[in-house]
């Protein structure tokens, strides 16, 4: 495991969806410059890590643990005042704005970034060089853009914050094969700029393939973690994820 700095820390959370039980004492951690994943079946509860982590977790009730970033604890606290300390969440399902232009989709994730207007503008520059058909499409309205197209806005938008930690929610999801690729070069690409990120995906191969470290979720529970490597030979892992 890396020696450097803990950026997330998440401890003994437990989270209730009404009666039900989302998360059962999940306790994990992210160091800084790190690529950690969160594998696991449906219902296992990971984008219900990553809400609880964002603040997002709307009707979601936090019963015990904690949530520490950067060293201040954030469980409860607003996703606006957690993300103007750094993080940024992308969400499953994306979540973009479809009668808004694909410019203005993207300056919406640099809202909390009033009066940087020249870094702005070299952001937006730089959101459309590593995403070139966005560029091509800006000024048309996202709902147009194809799912996979939809999915390169959503994780631009959140580079627009400029942010240190990235949660990625199912980056792969729905896309075609080729562009699933495409994506995976992108979250490469993100670790080797320096970005931290917590990236759950259900394509556990791909996922273990691009990140350090990986926690397994079922049902609510971590039933195993490791290095990426580690987890990639372990036999139950192959029988259950990863396709034998």
Known sequence: MSETEVVLSVRDLSVRYGAAQALDGISLEVHRGEVVTIIGGNGAGKTTTLKTISGMAEMLRTSTGEVTFQGRRIDGMASNKIARLGMAHVP?????FPAMTVDDNLLIGSYRRR??????????????????ILGER??????????GEQQMLAIGRGLMARPSFLLLDEPSLGLAPILVSRMFDIIRTLAGEGTTILLVEQMARLALGVADRGYVLEQGRIVADGPSAQLLEDPKLKAAYLGG
């Open 92 to 96: 499953e399902g994306r979540r973009i």
């Open 115 to 132: 009066g940087e207007v020249e870094a702005v503008a070299s952001d937006l520059a730089l959101a459309y060089e590593r995403f070139p």
């Open 138 to 147: 800006r000024r048309q309205p996202a709902g147009f853009l194809s799912g």
